[in-house]
C-alpha cells in the first residue's frame, strides 16, 4: 500500500481546505456564540475532553492563563473518576465538551455527572460527529452544540483533522483577539509547509527515541506530538514531552545516542529565549543533530509567525502528525489502525465501566 492511500494521509493533508472553509461557515456564527458564552455568566470554564481532546483543553487554558473567567482544563477521564475534586456547592461552570467520536465512555459519564450534580450548568459542546451522543443529547440547562465539518470526523486512528479544527474552533470562541483571518493565514501556511514536511520525513533517519518540547501552550502541542508518534509506531518509538525547562528536572535521562529532540520555539522574544538554550545544551552534550528546531526564525524548521503561540501551535503539531504517518508506513503498521490484531486499542475508547456518583454536593 501506498503512502497516499491511507485515510490518515489524506486526513492530513486536508486541513488547510477544512480551517479555510471553516473561516467562512464558523466565522459568520462567531460573534453569536461569544455573545452567548458571555451571557451565561459562569463562575469558572471548564474544557473537558479524553485524550488529545483535553489536551486541547491543556493548550487553551495555558495560552488563557490570565483571563478573568478562570478557565480550566479537566479531563473527563479525571472528571468521572474523581468528580469530588471539582464539583462542589453553589459553582456554576461553564462546561465545554470536546469529542471527535463525541461517543466516549468518558463523554457520556461526563454528561450523566452534569445532570446528576451541575443540572444548571451551561453546556458548549464541540463534536465531529453529528449523530453522537454529545450532538444529539439534550439538557435541562443552557446548552449549544457546535458539529465541525463532517471530514474532521477522522477514520484513521489518529486524530488530525479533529484535533487541530476543535482546538481552533474552542480557541477562536474564548480568545477574541482571534478571528476567521487566522484560520486562513494558517491555510495558506500549511498549504506551503506540509510538501516540506513530508520531504523532511523522508530523508530524515528514524530515530529509536523521540522528545518534544516547548513552553507554555506549546509544551501542550509538544504532549499531543509525543502521542501522536507513539500511537502510530504503536508504542514501538517511545515518545515523551516536557516543558523546555522543565525537561531539565530529570526526564533528559530519557535521551540516548538514538534519541530525536525536537524543540518548539516560541513566537515571543522572550520565552524563546529558554527554548534555545535547551536546544543548545542538547546539542552540545549529544551531537549536533540530536536536535531539530521548528520555529519562526534561526530554526531547523522555519514556519511563518502567526498571531500567537496556541494559533501557531497547529503548525507544530503538523509536523508531528506528518512525520508519525511516515514511520508508522515505513515499518509496515497498519497507518489507520496500528493496532490492527492486537486487541489492545480501539479507535473509540469503549469498555470503561460507569459507577454512579455519590451525593457529593
Not at 38 to 63: K, N, P, R, V
Not at 178 to 192: F, H, I, M, S, V
Not at 312 to 331: F, I, K
Not at 355 to 360: C, G, V
Amino acid at each position: 500500500m501506498n503512502l497516499q492511500d491511507w485515510e490518515t494521509y489524506k486526513e492530513i493533508n486536508q486541513q488547510p481546505d477544512i480551517w479555510r472553509t471553516w473561516a467562512d461557515d464558523f466565522g459568520a456564527k462567531l460573534d453569536a456564540i461569544r455573545e452567548w458564552v458571555a451571557a451565561q455568566d459562569a463562575d469558572e470554564i471548564w474544557l473537558c475532553g479524553a485524550g488529545t481532546s483535553a489536551y486541547i483543553g491543556d493548550l487553551i487554558a495555558a495560552h488563557m492563563g490570565a483571563d478573568v473567567r478562570r478557565i480550566r482544563a479537566i479531563s473527563t477521564t479525571d472528571l468521572v473518576s474523581c468528580p469530588q475534586n471539582f464539583i462542589r456547592s453553589g459553582l456554576n461552570p461553564l462546561v465545554i465538551s470536546l469529542g471527535r467520536s463525541g461517543n466516549s465512555t468518558e463523554t457520556i459519564g461526563t454528561l450523566d455527572l452534569l445532570d446528576a450534580l451541575l443540572p444548571n450548568a451551561p453546556r458548549l459542546n464541540i463534536t465531529c460527529n453529528a449523530e453522537s451522543v454529545l450532538a444529539t443529547r439534550g439538557s435541562s440547562a443552557a446548552q449549544k452544540v457546535i458539529i465541525l465539518p463532517e471530514k474532521c470526523h477522522d477514520a484513521g486512528f489518529a486524530m488530525t483533522s479533529s484535533y487541530t479544527t476543535m482546538l481552533l474552533t474552542a480557541l477562536l470562541i474564548l480568545d477574541e483577539t482571534t478571528g476567521p483571518d487566522d484560520l486562513r493565514q494558517l491555510a495558506n501556511a500549511a498549504e506551503t509547509l506540509l510538501p516540506a514536511y513530508f520531504k523532511r520525513a523522508a530523508e530524515q533517519p528514524q530515530p529509536g527515541r523521540v522528545v518534544f518540547t516547548g513552553s507554555g501552550a506549546l509544551a501542550f502541542a509538544a504532549r499531543e506530538s509525543a502521542l501522536k508518534v507513539m500511537e502510530l509506531a504503536a508504542g514501538d518509538i517511545p515518545s515523551i514531552w516536557d516543558s523546555c525547562l522543565g525537561f531539565r528536572h530529570g526526564p533528559k535521562s530519557f535521551v540516548n545516542s538514538k534519541t530525536q529532540v525536537f524543540i518548539f520555539l516560541s513566537n515571543h522574544a522572550f520565552t524563546s529565549q529558554y527554548d534555545r538554550d535547551l536546544a543548545a545544551e542538547v546539542r552540545d552534550q549529544f551531537g549536533p543533530n540530536s536536535v531539530t528546531t521548528i520555529g519562526i526564525s534561526n530554526a531547523d524548521v522555519l514556519i511563518p509567525k502567526q498571531h500567537n503561540d496556541a494559533i501557531a501551535s497547529v503548525l507544530y503539531v503538523l509536523l508531528a502528525q506528518v512525520l508519525a504517518t511516515v514511520w508508522s508506513h515505513n515499518m509496515g503498521l497498519n497507518v489507520d489502525n496500528p493496532f490492527d490484531g492486537r486487541g489492545t486499542l480501539t479507535r473509540v475508547v469503549s469498555g470503561v465501566k460507569l459507577y454512579a456518583p455519590d451525593d457529593l454536593i
